[in-house]
């Protein structure tokens, strides 16, 4: 059983389309701030950028939360990068391997990414979050099948530890929270940039799934946007807007 940090409560599910589209229903029906949802399994699991994410029974976690916070909607970066080195936390604890979070908020453990994030919101007439899902699959073991066409790039956290889930979800959601409760001030920016994977590295941007333009990183600011060396000119890039591969 999960005993949680958040005031909600938890759904556990058996096979669901995506436990983001279950939290937003909950949330449009007025569930408070800390429901959390956790499946099995996702038929429709979605990631960033229009992408679906893989998620096969009994290998993952599928965990959306369903936040309030009084942030602008420009500042749910913030949400998202808390909950990646929420993540990453969480699985150091469990593995005892170190991670890295590649901008900006994949979590990656031995070389491969093993934890996606995705938050959605509702955004109210007057630029404010009405609400924000906090959507977080983590890879806990291979799929039977492996990952496929993902094989180069997706792993899994244990390789044939018995796992325990709940256990899991419990330290993300106890680590998340942690940081959540004084979000606006930025309490994790120390902890993710001591993970930051790309800082110092040539790095192609992409927009909507193409290439722009070839660059190298400088940092990441107390924003969350990437600092990149463009043709010798510093610029900042927002996550919305684009992507980027090592
Ligand atoms: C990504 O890597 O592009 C983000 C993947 C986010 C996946 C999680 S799993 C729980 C929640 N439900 C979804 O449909 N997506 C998120």
């Not at 699991?45 to 420009?74: D, K, N, V």
């Not at 994790?188 to 790095?203: E, F, L, W």
Request: glycine share 12%.
């Amino acid at each position: 059983m999960i005993s949680v940090t958040s005031n909600g409560m938890i759904k556990h599910f058996g096979s669901v389309s995506s436990t983001n589209d279950i939290i937003k229903e909950m949330a449009n029906g007025g569930a408070p701030e800390g429901s959390v949802v956790i499946a099995d399994e996702q038929t429709n699991g979605r990631g960033r950028l229009g992408r679906s994410f893989m998620s096969p029974g009994g290998t993952g976690l599928y965990m959306s939360i369903l936040l309030r916070p009084e942030l602008s909607a420009s500042d749910a970066l913030l949400i998202t990068t808390a909950a990646a080195t929420a993540v990453a936390k969480a699985i150091e604890k469990h593995t005892g391997k170190a991670t890295c979070i590649k901008w900006v908020n994949d979590v990656f453990l031995n070389g491969k990414k093993v934890c996606g994030i995705l938050t959605e919101g509702k955004v109210s007439p007057d630029g404010t979050l009405e609400y924000a899902v906090l959507g977080i699959g983590v890879n806990l073991k291979e799929p039977k099948d492996g990952f496929g066409e993902l094989s180069n790039i997706a792993g899994a956290i244990f390789e044939d530890e018995k796992v325990d889930r709940d256990t899991v979800a419990n330290d993300i959601l106890e680590n998340f929270f942690g940081y959540y409760q004084s979000i606006e001030t930025k309490p994790h920016y120390s902890d993710y940039i001591a993970r930051d994977m790309i800082g110092g590295k040539n790095v192609t941007v992409y927009r909507a799934g193409e290439p722009l333009y070839d660059a190298k990183v400088l940092g990441i600011s107390e924003d969350f946007s990437l600092v990149i060396d463009h043709d010798g000119k510093k610029e900042n890039l927002a996550s919305g807007e684009v992507s980027v591969r090592i």
